[in-house]
C-alpha cells in the first residue's frame, strides 16, 4: 500500500474500533468519521456487524473471550476524556469537529503557528502520547509541499479547502494514508489553500534535489 484516498479503508476502522490505534492516530480517524459521511455510515454498519455477531455467539453458548471480541466492542467507541476548552469562535467551531477542538487551546487564528516551508505553517498538537507527530499545516493557496516520502505512516485529513495530489483532488473531510512506498508531493488549492490535520508515527524524508539536502535538519 503506498496511498490510500478519500475514505478509511475497513483494516484502519477495525484498528481504529479495537484501540490498536496510537492517541494521534485515533484522533485522526475521530475527526475524520465526524466530517466524512460515508465513512461514518461504514463505521456504523461495521460496528452493527460486531453487535450481531457477539448476539449470535450468545445464543449458541459460546464465550466470546474465546475470539477476543468482548475487548474489542467494549471499546468501540472509547476516546480520550479531555477538558473541554470553551470560547470558540463560530471561524473555528465552523473548521473544527469536536474530537479536534478538545486538543486546541484557542482559537485557529490565535494559535502559535510555525513557518515550516514557504506557504506552509504549522502548529503541533500535543496529545498523551509521545508516539509520533501531530499538527495542523496551514497551506497557501497554490503552494506546493516538498516532495517527500516516508518513514513510516503518515495520515492527513482535510478541514478545510482542498490540495491535489496526483490524480486526486482531498476536500474537507477526506483522508488520505501514506507509507514508505508513497512518494508525493501534495498542491494546495488555488483559490482557497488548505488547512489539514496530519499524524505521522516516522519522520518524513525530503526527496526532491534540493530536498535531500535539508533532510539532516527536518525537526520531528
Known sequence: MSMVVLHADEGLMLDYASGALSEPMSLAMATHLSLNKKSAVDYDALNAVGGALLEDLHAV???????GLS????????EPVRARPVGFSSVTTDVVPAPLRDYLPSDLDTLPWRRVAPGVEEYSIRTGSNEGRTALLKIQPGQSMPEHTHGGREITVVLKGSYVDGCE?????????????????????????????????A????????????????RF
Request: proline share 5%.
Open 169 to 201: 483532488t482531498y476536500r474537507r473531510g477526506d483522508l488520505q494514508e501514506a507509507d514508505e512506498e508513497a512518494n508525493h508531493q501534495p498542491i494546495a488549492d488555488h483559490k482557497d489553500g488548505c488547512l489539514c490535520l496530519i499524524v505521522l508515527d
Open 61 to 67: 453458548g459460546a464465550d466470546e473471550d474465546d475470539f
Open 71 to 78: 475487548d474489542v466492542l467494549s471499546r468501540l467507541d472509547d
Open 203 to 218: 519522520p518524513v524524508k525530503l526527496t526532491g534535489r534540493v530536498g535531500r539536502l535539508l533532510n539532516p535538519f527536518i
